[in-house]
């Protein structure tokens, strides 16, 4: 029985768009081995995240529960490690589990990795040269520095454990890399990519912020005005006008963003050569993502948190051959609080009634059940911490997308207390997909305003959470 049930190998990145993926159209770069498990498998192109930051991505992932029931809410709420989770339900059916590089989750022994026989985790964020990792060990594990570049380390953890594995039980093994996650240091081998180059701008760099809320103009997440000598490699001409800055920062941010993203494909390409040369390649479930989206310039930004596409969107690509047509796609919506049950199911092991999310294994199949949902629900709750983004939910369907900023940090660890009046936000994404214009005040939108709000409060009850006390119908 062991040997029929798939293996599993969860790759996963920090802040990897998928407009920087050549499988979903990258007008920047090329990354061919990423390619090869989408082309191999299938593409899912609207997969979004609940709440677009990393810890709690990271907690909604592993839990299959949002963040209001999870309890990781920001980045300073560690992870609960008693909390019941994929790789603990696998290791508990037989499976051989491990995770190595970015956990984030919290360090310690009551945050620290559980349910995984072995592991290795960047402590934070961790760096990218030379990084001190935390080993499983008692009392939370024990510290130690590896020489190298942590992309590499990551990939050559991983295999080392594939290698010692035993090979006649399954395993899940979670490759997760701290790349390309800010402040972008490229190894040595990537440096000298795209010197010569002018990058594609995005459409929307020299965005000024006009027809929105409040919220999007008072971010602090500007390429160049809001960037520091760390993310440039170089002093910050802040002398130049905005529009000038954005556009020479652009280049040295996204450059130094896609070189990274070229080491991951790098490994990536690694690991994909050894379940070939193994003999894994037909009964073992390779996952490409990432924690959440990024702004490559879209909207004149970096960074994340927002609702909007680029943030919202996650890369989500799988093979399969047992179960998936080679280069297919799909584009019903998926989300991150998903991935812990479609992991069970694929196993054969049987999803807890307090997992939120819902199996997908059906639309790697090429269809979808009747039921599927048509409506996802989003919160960000670090209220103007870090980059000044206030905190909101909303509601994205096919077609349309409602936001909310409630702007209030209700108490919440690692949030700065200043509450604003709120603000609403509607977007028709067949209209204006860059989200550039909100029709929320629009008389012509009106009866899909109305329609929206009401599914906004029926899906935020559904979940289990809480409306926020102005947000009256
Ligand atoms: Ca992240």
Redesign the pocket.
């Known amino acids: 029985m062991g040997a029929s049930r798939p293996n599993i190998l969860f790759i996963m990145t920090?802040?990897h768009a998928s407009h920087a993926m050549s499988c979903y159209g990258s007008r920047i770069n090329q990354t061919p081995n990423l390619d090869r498990i989408a082309n191999g498998g299938i593409r899912f192109d609207n997969c979004f995240c609940t709440n677009s930051?990393?810890t709690p991505?990271r907690a909604t992932i592993l839990t299959g529960t949002y963040n209001h029931v999870n309890g990781v809410t920001t980045l300073d709420t560690p992870m609960d490690n008693t909390l019941l989770t994929f790789p603990k339900l696998l290791q508990e059916g037989g499976y051989q589990t491990a995770i190595f590089g970015k956990w984030?989750l919290g360090i310690g022994p009551a945050h620290c990795p559980t349910g995984f026989d072995d592991w290795a985790v960047l402590p934070g964020q961790g760096r990218y040269h030379n990084p001190e990792f935390i080993f499983k060990g008692p009392d939370g594990g024990t510290w130690q520095t590896v020489q190298g570049y942590a992309t590499d380390i990551i990939t050559d953890m991983s295999l080392d454990w594939l290698r010692a594995r035993d090979s006649e039980r399954p395993f899940c093994l979670l490759c997760h890399h701290k790349a390309p996650?800010r402040p972008w240091y490229s190894d040595e081998k990537h440096a000298a990519m795209y010197l010569n180059e002018e990058i594609a701008e995005p459409d929307t760099l020299y965005d000024t912020y006009e027809n929105r809320a409040s919220a999007a103009a008072a971010a602090e997440m500007r390429v160049g005005p809001h960037m520091d000598s760390t993310d440039l490699k170089c002093e910050v001409p802040k002398e130049l006008p905005e529009m000038a800055l954005r556009k020479w920062a652009y280049q040295r941010y996204i450059k130094d963003y896609l070189r990274v993203v070229a080491s991951v494909d790098d490994n990536v390409g690694r690991l994909l050569d050894y379940l070939r040369d193994a003999g894994l390649e037909e009964n073992t479930v390779v996952i490409y993502t990432?924690?959440?989206g990024?702004f490559l310039g879209d909207h004149g930004w970096y960074d994340?948190r927002f609702m909007y596409e680029e943030s919202l969107r996650m890369p989500f690509v799988l093979r399969y051959p047992r179960e998936v047509t080679p280069g297919s796609s799909n584009s019903d919506i998926v989300l991150n609080v998903d991935f812990a049950p479609l992991f069970l199911d694929l196993a054969g092991i049987s999803i807890p009634e307090s997992f939120q999310g819902r199996s997908f294994r059906q639309l790697l199949q090429g269809s979808a059940p009747a039921d599927w949902r048509e409506a996802m629900y989003y919160r960000y709750w670090m209220h103007k911490a870090h980059h000044n983004v206030y905190a909101h939910y909303g509601i994205r369907t096919r077609r349309h997308k409602l936001i909310y900023y409630y702007a209030d940090a209700l108490g919440q660890a690692g949030t700065i207390d200043e509450t604003y009046e709120p603000e609403w936000e509607l977007f028709d994404l067949l209209e204006d997909p860059r989200e550039l214009r909100s029709v929320y005040h629009d008389p012509a939108y009106t009866g899909v305003r109305s329609r929206l709000t009401a599914e906004l409060h029926r899906l935020q009850a559904e979940v289990g959470d809480i409306r926020y006390h102005k947000d009256k119908d």
């Open positions: 920090d802040d930051i990393c991505s984030h996650h990432s924690d959440q990024f994340k």
